[in-house]
């Protein structure tokens, strides 16, 4: 209601100094209707400003004051030259530096977020994070993939000492570790061209400490920093020692896909397992896939369901059973135990014919024993000698 009232007012006022302004003598009616145009316009660009949010009006209203306080400097300055058309040069240089200031005023207006404006009266030193980087950190190469993304904020802190053990490693005599070390270089160079990261090699070193470890956790507890490193023990002996960790394994493991008891996954069964019957295989992220009775499908693309996941330190298994292995197993095993029951009931018999053929050679051989005796003629007697 209010609002309506000083609308009301506003026109009345505008349509009064038109009438009673009249800039066109004698024509009191112009006056009036110029006066009411302004006022409508007025209006007009108030509704329209309903849309624009606070910091943009308020970068527009801090760039308009500032272009024209930049144009009476300016003017301030040339005054005093003998111009052709000074009035025109100076109403040129007073529209256009306000129209710039309150176009770039409207467009930054972030700049005057009362966040922004708080940070920036805070303390510089606090915004510094330094992230002291591990020589395992560097030479797994990942830290360049996570910098290039803009996770990683604060500037990477790479010590002297930890450059002295990758060129150590580079200038290795086994291949596989001279290998290692020059990529460890070649990251850390990637990284340092990289425009959204800031890098600095510091000379900090500690003479008293002689593992590269125990210096790591000396230079970041001494800058107030953090540990980029994947090494496990590291982690572990900088966290009893009240220094913040970032373990590039432990990120990875938070961001591999979440897999729940009865999810269907599709794999590729790459080679057997420890257990009897069992497979492995990998997801597209390393993770390994134990399935129940996978062997039958070595080299095959199937679909098996979660039994359960395994978190551990070293990273995630998943377990799963494959429904038609299963199955082939069930009947595998009846058909085997159908086999020994088939072999029992054959033995049974063959011992059965075998004592029946004994007992009726018993029988044979106690006939014929009775009728030797009946005529007289011992069954078993030797021939007679020739002598």
Known sequence: MWLIFFRTLVVLSLVWAGWHYNPFPGEPALGVVLGAAFALAIIGLELRLHHVSAHHMVGALVGG????????????????????????????????LIYMGVVIGARRGEWFEPARIVAAFKDASRLHQYKVLDTSVIIDGRIADICETGFLEGTLVVPQ????ELQQVADSSDSLKRNRGRRGLDVLQRVQKMSNVQVQIVE???PEVREVDLKLIELARHMSGKIVTNDFNLNKVAQLRGVAVLNINELANS???????????????????????????????GTMVVVDQGKRALGRTIEVTVTSVLQTTAGKMIFCRWADGLAAAHVEGDNRRHERREGRGSSRSDRREADHRESDRSSGAHDEGGTAADEGVSPAAPPPSSE
Do not use: C, M, N
């Not at 500032?66 to 030259?81: K, N, P, Q, Y």
């Not at 729940?260 to 295989?281: D, I, N």
């Open 161 to 164: 000492f930890v450059l002295r």
């Open 65 to 96: 004051v500032t272009g024209l306080f930049g144009a009476r400097l300016v003017w301030g300055v040339i005054e005093g030259l003998d111009l052709v058309a000074e009035h025109f040069i100076h109403s040129l240089l007073i529209v256009f």
């Open 204 to 206: 900090t070193d500690f």
């Open 255 to 285: 961001l591999k896909p979440i897999v729940l008891p009865g999810e269907v996954l599709r794999v590729f069964v790459l080679k057997e397992g420890k257990e009897a019957g069992q497979g492995v295989a990998y997801l597209d992220d």
